[in-house]
């Protein structure tokens, strides 16, 4: 009977151990991107990214600049996935401060993604900020702590050389694709 019991307690265990549901690696959240959180450091990367190509852009002597200095991860396939931007350049205990997505697979959970237009992005957050810049706009977005650039090509003609312009969300066309994003922690 004991032993009966011991097997039944394990089997429950095992079942429970195996139905957890596992990450998915491509799912945009506000602190985490996949395994990557908002407290990983950079020598943990490669834990974090072990089946892809992480490249970093350090340049020597550089320390004194005080830029830091973008990590870049490349699919096995050689496709770039993300650039990562430490907080202090030149530290493997530095945390990650940003995150940009360059890759489609990469989506949020109400699935907005690179391929997304700013009607997604309308519909599934309300936008902080629009700010104007020179060739593109950042629209921002509190809630999941990420700035959606577009380009201003994307843009009526009349909005897109005058950068004094405050830029309403109902003068963006729905259509508008995204450029890229980043996620900020």
């Not at 004991?2 to 429950?12: E, M």
């Not at 945009?28 to 852009?57: H, Y």
Request: aromatic share 8%.
């Amino acid at each position: 009977m004991k032993n009966l019991l011991t097997i039944l307690v394990l089997t429950i265990l095992m079942v429970s151990c195996t139905s957890e549901k596992e990450q998915n690696p491509f799912l945009i959240q506000k602190q985490n991107i996949g395994l990557l959180t908002d407290s990983t450091q950079v020598k943990d990367l490669e834990l974090v990214f072990a089946k892809d190509s992480i490249v970093n852009a350090s340049i020597k002597g550089d320390e004194f600049t005080g830029q830091n200095n973008d990590i870049d991860i490349f699919s096995s396939t050689g496709e770039k996935l993300l650039s990562l931007t430490p907080s202090q350049s030149l530290d493997s205990t530095s945390v990650i401060e940003s995150v940009r997505i360059f890759s489609e697979k990469y989506k949020t959970e109400k699935s907005v993604s690179t391929l997304s237009t700013f009607k997604d992005i309308n519909e599934a957050y309300k936008i902080s900020s629009i700010n104007n810049l020179i060739n593109s706009i950042v629209i921002s977005v509190d809630e999941i702590n990420t700035s959606f650039t577009i380009d201003k090509k994307e843009l009526p003609a009349n909005l897109r050389f005058d950068m004094t312009l405050k830029i309403e969300p109902v003068q963006i066309p729905d259509a508008a694709k995204i450029k890229y994003f980043i996620i900020h922690w």
